[in-house]
């Protein structure tokens, strides 16, 4: 017998009588998710959260943030005249040089501060960690309240990869001090629009 | 050298060990306000346990649906049954693609495996990514703690480390610049190597998907970088439903270090185009345990560190007095499982408080299950020889009243006027603490004086 054989028979003499699945519970509080929250879970954990108004003032606010002519990409045409649109790579490690990345998310989750972003927003898998800040866009009625929300939004949909973001990539292995940017973006910035 | 002996070692140098004691104490603190701030954290705790004891008692059928989602995912699928088998199987990706380098983020069960080490002696270099893990890597050293790897280790210990493997400034210990530094180092390897393993939290049966979380971006870094993606995963790591990780991930950091989530919930559910994904799943002892009616739920445990964290004798010996890749209250019910006799003295490395038990988010009875791996210790190998005499005495003393009252007296009178002979005598456990002060009269004394 094969390994997978032995294993699965093993387990199969093993396993206990079947039990149910819990009931799962009813969606609790709002069905929309408070952005005063989302706000300050994400501004807590490292992340900078901003309200523009309009596309220009983003645009402006980005300009301000990030001056300079180091390397900025984007997946949104929308900004075109701020960062590089008409990428394309034949290896991911091309991406190592960029400084700003600019992408959009399908919705926040207010109680964690986390963005839901696939492969086909972020073209390649590697850009929302390879820059050195991360800047999402997110409408900001797509603020759900929990995980619990998330995971029904999500569905069954497909996605090849996708992933949470919460806040800039961190770690705290040196005496629990706190550190920003270990081996991804040094920082977030969300921009919610109406 | 057995537990106690090693975490006497580890008690010499008082100050770390207060320091270790109050920050794991601290992260714990942390983990009560996490969940605290959840009104139905109970209502979580009791469907996540609900869920896995469902994926325990039909996981041969869960592993097939994910195995053939998986699958048409394009997941290429492996199956071990030890570590041996698993480490062969790296070792034959590897080289079937000639790579000699691989990085690797963390992953307790290649661990429990000792990847490293036979792929070292292959001649195929491995670099952790994990801060943590790299610490203690550099440091010819295993983890201690499956979240916080080198918890034990103070940072200017970790200066003199970057400072020989890096090139930092000698007697650097600035966190700030110690990360920096491995941070540039880390990238150039990640640019490089060609080959990324990656641990895995849950697998998805309904859609073959597998969930890595990292708060670093390690994982991320390495696998999307990486032309072959190896994920090793023990077997017990599938939930039915994709829903589930709704539940699953609202727990596991809160109850980890009190974050609210990790910074990356990374779902792998396809390889990039042109991208080798394999997973292996281990059974490695799994499937054994399944069939221990007593210790089967410890394989509901999402490794979130937490029966750790508040363990009062974990906080006061450290992660490596126990010579297991899973440390602490979880470690000593999962080492007896592979080799009782060499892993006899863990489950007696607990006071039996329960405070692992009440912190858990899957609720394991992990302190039940300490106690029962005493029975069945003494029942089939006996016990390290002060832990023997002392349950001897406390079994004799408990079956014959007489015998009760005079240990009672005994204990108090040893307590009050020579605490150092009931130390070592009695209990290894109290060699390093103040006893507390003996009463005048016992409970019993003083009873049978008012009773009249
Ligand atoms: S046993 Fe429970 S508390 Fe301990 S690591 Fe596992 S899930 Fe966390």
Redesign the pocket.
């Known amino acids: 017998m094969k390994s997978r054989e032995k294993i699965l028979s093993r387990i199969l003499e093993h396993q206990p009588e079947s039990t149910a699945l819990p009931f799962s519970p009813e969606i609790q509080g709002n069905e929309t998710g408070s952005l005063q929250i989302f706000t300050e879970v994400l501004t807590k954990i490292g992340g900078h959260v901003y309200q523009p108004g309009n596309l220009n003032i983003m645009k402006d606010q980005i300009r301000g943030l990030f001056p300079g002519k180091s390397r900025k990409i984007t997946t949104l045409s929308l900004f075109s005249d701020l960062a590089d649109t008409g990428w394309t790579i034949q290896s991911p490690s091309e991406l190592k040089d960029v400084e700003v990345a600019i992408i959009g998310a399908h919705f926040g989750v207010a109680e964690n501060g986390a963005l839901w972003i696939t492969e086909d927003q972020m073209k390649q898998r590697v850009v929302p960690f390879i820059c050195q800040h991360l800047v999402l866009l997110l409408e900001k009625k797509e603020i759900l309240s929990d995980m619990k929300q998330a995971y029904s939004r999500i569905g069954d949909s497909t996605y090849g990869f996708g992933t949470f973001i919460s806040g800039p990539s961190k770690t705290a292995d040196i005496e629990q001090s706190l550190v920003l940017g270990a081996h991804g973006p040094k920082s977030l910035h969300v921009f919610l629009l109406d | 050298m057995n537990h106690s002996e090693l975490a006497r070692d580890f008690n010499k140098d008082e100050q770390r060990v207060d320091w270790h004691d109050e920050t794991l104490f601290w992260i714990r603190n942390k983990r009560d306000k996490a969940a605290q701030a959840i009104p139905e954290w109970e209502q979580l705790r009791e469907s996540a346990s609900a869920i896995k004891d469902n994926v325990l008692s039909g996981l041969h059928n869960y592993l097939l649906e994910f195995e053939s989602n998986a699958l048409r995912n394009g997941i290429k699928i492996h199956w071990a049954q030890d570590a041996a088998e698993h480490n062969l199987i790296v070792h034959s990706i590897l080289k079937a693609s000639g790579i000699r380098q691989m990085i690797k983020s963390k992953s307790m069960l290649t661990e429990e495996c000792g990847l490293n080490a036979y792929l070292e002696k292959r001649d195929i270099e491995v670099i952790d990514t994990d801060l943590g893990e790299r610490i203690v890597q550099l440091a010819k050293e295993p983890p201690s703690h499956?979240v916080l790897p080198c918890i034990h280790k103070k940072k200017e210990e970790i200066g003199t480390l970057f400072h020989e493997h890096l090139g930092t400034r000698k007697g650097e210990s600035d966190p700030l610049v110690l990360t920096a530094a491995a941070r540039e180092n880390l990238r150039a390897a990640f640019l490089s190597r060609r080959a990324a393993l990656t641990g895995v939290n849950f697998a998805v049966a309904e859609t073959g998907e597998f969930v890595v979380c990292t708060n670093e971006g390690n994982a991320d870094m390495g696998a999307h970088l990486a032309q072959v993606h190896i994920a090793s995963m023990g077997l017990e790591k599938i939930i039915p439903k994709r829903a589930h990780l709704g539940i699953f991930l609202r727990l596991l950091t809160r109850?980890?270090t009190g974050q609210p989530i990790t910074t990356y919930s990374s779902h792998f559910q396809k390889p990039r185009e042109g991208q080798q994904m394999h997973l292996i799943i281990v059974d490695n002892g799994r499937s054994a345990q399944l069939g221990k009616p007593d210790f089967r739920n410890?394989l509901?445990?999402?490794?979130?560190?937490?029966?750790?964290n508040t363990c009062p004798v974990y906080r006061r010996s450290g992660g490596h007095s126990y010579q297991h890749a899973i440390a602490?209250?979880?470690g000593a019910i999962l080492a007896p499982n592979l080799d009782m006799e060499q892993h006899a003295d863990l489950p007696f490395a607990s006071t039996l408080c329960g405070s692992?038990t009440h912190?858990?988010?899957?609720k394991?009875n992990?302190h039940e299950q300490l106690y029962k791996w005493r029975q069945e210790i003494v029942k089939k190998t006996g016990v390290p020889a002060a832990k023997e005499m002392s349950m001897k005495l406390m079994k004799n003393a408990l079956s014959d009243p007489a015998l009760y009252r005079l240990a009672g007296k005994t204990g108090r009178f040893l307590l009050k006027y020579a605490p150092f002979t009931i130390n070592n005598h009695f209990n290894p456990w109290y060699q390093q603490r103040e006893m507390p002060q003996a009463p005048e009269t016992s409970f019993r004394s003083w009873y049978l004086k008012h009773q009249k």
Not at chain 2, 300 to 308: E, L, T, V
Not at chain 2, 359 to 362: A, K, S
Request: aromatic share 0%; hydrophobic share 45%.
């Open positions: 499956i109850s980890a410890s509901k445990c999402i490794r979130c560190g937490a029966c750790m602490g209250p979880i692992c912190v858990c988010p899957v394991i992990i």
